[in-house]
């Protein structure tokens, strides 16, 4: 008996608690949870609204379970949502791996840094993802009432968006980035790479650099496997700086691509044809939020959540100021003349029976019009309204 608790303790103390507690998933979120809290936060408002635990009173979940294009819900508005939540998701990667990477400073040293390190900073978003393709399959069979094949096509639709967006992201880092291997072997001259001594000096450099400023002991590979970290000792910092710089540049390049996006479906918003559904224009102005977010860190460290209020607040000033909103004309009103006033005294002043009486009188006389052109078109007998509950 002591022998069999002694073997589970070590079991749990010496192998599962350093694969658990010292892996790369769990240092990086604790990590997110201490220093990045707004990008996190993104994350629990997604979560909240397709739980539909928020916004539910406005509709703010079905824009998300039950997403309109051009008048149909179908595998493409579906596909919509996926490829937006799929660029959210790929946003939220980059813009952690910019902000936590120089923590975890052995990512430079691995193939392919940032596939690494975004395979290691999936769970959260992984979990939400699954949850919110969960919520839409109940709400599309429970208030939809669709048949299993057409909820399943529009599964399809937000999974195949999804990972095409993923893909695309991960196409671009793997075609246009280098690893630090890489990097040393264009360096290392044809003389010195047959030089034994040269040789070891630069294996030797390889080896110093496998240290992070927190402990990590474990990551998940590209098998998804937890695979040791061979070394911690102390690097010279030089040897994956220009990995960084490279990683850090394309993914500011991929934030342009989706701002350009953005302004792009902006500009074109008068064609149906981008007139995307609301919950992926949502999900992109969330994105932005993201990217602001992230270059607040970036640039502002500890006072990261000051900034992000303040900035708040100097919108609200801006926009309440008008200074950021345009104006938009209704049509038959005369905008040349002195504009009526609007004041909670000239709301007192126009509340009088006599206009209540007079617009009753109009609208009564409107209704009657239209009841004679009915029944002239209709005849005695009239249709039977047909409610429809959901």
Not at 95 to 117: E, H, M, N, W
Request: charged letters at 20%; proline letters at 4%.
């Amino acid at each position: 008996m002591k022998k069999t608790y002694a073997a589970w303790r070590r079991f749990l103390g010496q192998w599962l608690w350093p694969r658990l507690a010292y892996s790369f998933p769990v240092q990086l979120l604790m990590y997110n949870l201490r220093r990045n809290q707004i990008l996190l936060l993104l994350w629990v408002l997604l979560f909240a609204i397709v739980t539909e635990q928020l916004g539910t009173s406005i509709g703010i979940p079905s824009l998300f379970l039950d997403p309109e294009y051009r008048n149909r819900v179908d595998f493409w508005s579906c596909f919509l949502m996926g490829f937006t939540w799929g660029i959210f998701t790929m946003s939220y990667h980059i813009v952690a791996y910019i902000l936590d990477a120089p923590q975890f400073s052995f990512t430079g040293l691995l193939r392919r840094p940032f596939t690494k390190f975004w395979l290691n900073n999936s769970p959260i978003p992984v979990v939400v993802t699954l949850v919110y393709v969960y919520n839409m399959i109940e709400y599309q069979r429970a208030y939809e009432q669709n048949i299993p094949a057409e909820v399943m096509a529009r599964v399809a639709g937000l999974l195949v968006g999804l990972v095409l967006a993923s893909l695309l992201v991960y196409w671009y880092f793997v075609s246009t980035n280098q690893d630090i291997f890489k990097m040393l072997a264009k360096q290392v001259d044809r003389r010195l790479r047959r030089t034994r001594i040269m040789r070891v000096n630069v294996l030797s450099r390889i080896q110093d650099s496998r240290r992070s400023n927190i402990r990590v002991e474990y990551y998940l590979d590209g098998h998804f496997r937890l695979k040791p970290l061979v070394n911690n000792a102390p690097y010279d910092r030089q040897a994956i700086l220009r990995v960084f710089d490279q990683n850090h540049l394309n993914a500011v390049i991929i934030q342009l691509t989706v701002f350009g996006l953005v302004l792009l479906l902006g500009t074109l918003r008068d064609y149906p044809a981008f007139q995307i559904p609301a919950g992926a224009s949502f999900i992109l102005l969330l994105t932005i939020m993201l990217m602001f977010a992230g270059a607040l860190s970036y640039w502002f460290r500890g006072w990261t959540v000051t900034m992000f209020i303040a900035a708040i607040l100097l919108l609200n000033i801006l926009m309440r100021e008008q200074y950021l909103t345009a104006d938009y004309e209704a049509y038959g009103l005369d905008y040349q003349g002195p504009k009526a006033e609007y004041s909670l005294r000239r709301v007192k002043a126009l509340s009088r029976d006599e206009y209540y009486k007079e617009d009753k009188k109009i609208t009564l006389m409107a209704l009657e019009n239209w009841k004679a052109r009915a029944v002239g078109r209709l005849g005695p007998t009239w249709p039977e309204a047909q409610m429809v509950p959901r």
